[in-house]
């Protein structure tokens, strides 16, 4: 199944202080606090590279894998730190990874691996919120569920920043809710927070991986006269509706409606969404899996003109086996079950993207909340580290083979080149040729930076 909501974007234009001044103030001019603040920002420097990306595909391994066991081995540390997995060469000579990626080893001439993303906070909630908006949670020392004042995400930001017409949003959220433990709690980070929650990334909970995968299922069989009933019953409260249109609440509700009937009539989304008509060889592959399955639905929906789509790692509670990175107990154990999959998933999607000529505009982003320790607990697991990880980007220019930034000799803390969460960003912004000095305008008409971090340009060839 479903959620979704999009509607247009506000944006401001700016003036300087300059103009402001001579032309007398405020009021003369009409101008509102946003553009003002805006005037107050220094110009950005885009270079060539802006606007490289078409699409970006967000992979999101919830749970935060371990650094130092898969992107940054330390084989020199103490066996305390460094853990039972060997090194192994990659297609760049000087860089190892760990032995259970073999083939993202064999591509890693493809993409740029970060060593040195750090942050301060060290528990799941705030820190996903974190590395999937770029702006540090309100209140970082707490373990909050998903609140109307957060800042969106890159897929809400993107479905209200959009302004090509498609019956399919601009941000997908694959394998969600992906973030709701058994308790009830909703992770944030996930969610358009203060834009509003019609423009939420639509979520699909379906598992891609089922041979009934489906996430329109009410548009097919029986249930398809249900739905035409239900639009002709809308059809006729349509008077009704007009009366209410004053009332921006059912304007939103009526735009949803509008909107999800569309999407469930529409053959296009239907096509994007249907893995029966990619080969069997394929699909294997990339790992009959939910993340490698999500990969290859990814795949198809930036074929199908989707900006933004997040792949996120799926939890399963009553699997017998690890299913996320989150490594406490046993983390080596795990990761020996976890990596194979990653490892299909992610070279199969590069390879699927560039034989399609879609690596060259389509950013392709690794990214967990935070690292784990340097010192293995007396659980055999490793803890929330934040102090110090890794992640990839590829396509859309990024230079392969580049390694950018080091951390120190246990993987503890950068030792060179540290980048934070806006960096990341805005990096991601800048190619998908978004603005930095965009303003998000919340509901009480206050202005908010799309990010206040500058580009890694020189991740970009």
């Known amino acids: 199944m479903f959620s979704f909501g999009c509607k247009p974007a506000r944006l401001c234009q700016g003036v300087t202080r300059r103009e402001w001044l001579r032309v007398g103030g405020l009021s003369s001019m009409g101008l509102m606090l946003p553009e003002l603040l805006r005037a107050e920002r220094p110009v950005e420097d885009r270079g060539g590279s802006f606007g490289r990306a078409k699409s970006c595909i967000f992979c999101f391994l919830f749970g935060a894998p371990a650094h130092q066991d898969i992107w940054d081995l330390k084989p020199d540390a103490p066996a305390e730190v460094r853990g039972p997995f060997?090194?192994?060469?990659?297609?760049?000579p000087g860089t190892q990874f760990g032995e259970h990626i073999p083939r993202t080893g064999q591509m890693a001439d493809r993409f740029a691996l970060i060593r040195s993303v750090t942050?301060?906070?060290?528990?799941?909630?705030?820190?996903?919120?974190?590395?999937?908006?770029?702006?540090?949670?309100?209140?970082p020392n707490t373990n909050p569920t998903n609140l109307a004042d957060d800042f969106p995400c890159f897929g809400a930001t993107v479905n209200l920043l959009n302004r090509e017409t498609s019956v399919l949003p601009a941000g997908i959220s694959l394998n969600a809710p992906g973030n709701e433990i058994p308790s009830g709690h909703i992770f944030p980070g996930f969610f358009a927070g203060f834009i509003g929650r019609h423009h939420d990334p639509m979520f699909v909970t379906s598992d891609p991986s089922k041979p009934d995968f489906n996430p329109f299922p009410i548009a097919h069989g029986l249930a398809r006269a249900r739905l035409d009933r239900r639009a002709s019953l809308l059809s006729r409260l349509d008077q009704l509706r007009k009366r209410l249109d004053q009332v921006d609440a059912v304007q939103e509700a009526c735009g949803f409606q509008d909107k999800a009937l569309s999407l469930i009539n529409s053959p296009e989304a239907a096509r994007a969404f249907d893995l029966s008509h990619e080969k069997s060889t394929l699909r294997q592959r990339y790992g009959l899996t939910p993340f490698g399955q999500g990969c290859l639905l990814a795949r198809r929906l930036v074929e199908?003109?989707?900006?933004?789509?997040?792949?996120?790692?799926a939890r399963d509670y009553q699997a017998r086996v690890a299913d996320h990175w989150d490594t406490h107990a046993d983390n080596f154990g795990k990761h020996k079950k976890l990596l194979p999959a990653f490892d299909l998933g992610y070279t199969a999607l590069l390879d699927d993207l560039q034989q399609r000529g879609l690596l060259d505009e389509t950013l392709v982003a690794i990214v967990g909340e935070f690292g784990r320790t340097p010192k293995i607990n007396g659980n055999a697991g490793r803890d929330h580290w934040p102090g110090c990880f890794s992640i990839t980007l590829a396509g859309a220019g990024i230079r392969g083979g580049l390694v950018h930034g080091a951390s120190d000799n246990i993987a503890a803390y950068p030792a060179r080149d540290p980048v934070s969460p806006e960096q990341v960003a805005a990096t991601i912004y800048h190619a998908l040729g978004i603005a930095a000095d965009t303003d998000l305008i919340d509901h009480s008409g206050r202005p908010f930076p799309l990010t206040t971090g500058k580009p890694l340009l020189e991740l970009f060839a």
Do not use: E, K
């Not at 060997?86 to 760049?92: A, C, H, L, Q, R």
């Not at 199908?304 to 790692?313: E, F, I, P």
């Open 119 to 139: 942050h301060p906070d060290s528990t799941h909630t705030v820190a996903m919120h974190y590395m999937q908006t770029g702006v540090r949670h309100r209140r």
């Open 304 to 313: 199908a003109g989707v900006r933004l789509v997040t792949v996120n790692w």
């Open 86 to 92: 060997n090194p192994i060469s990659t297609s760049v």
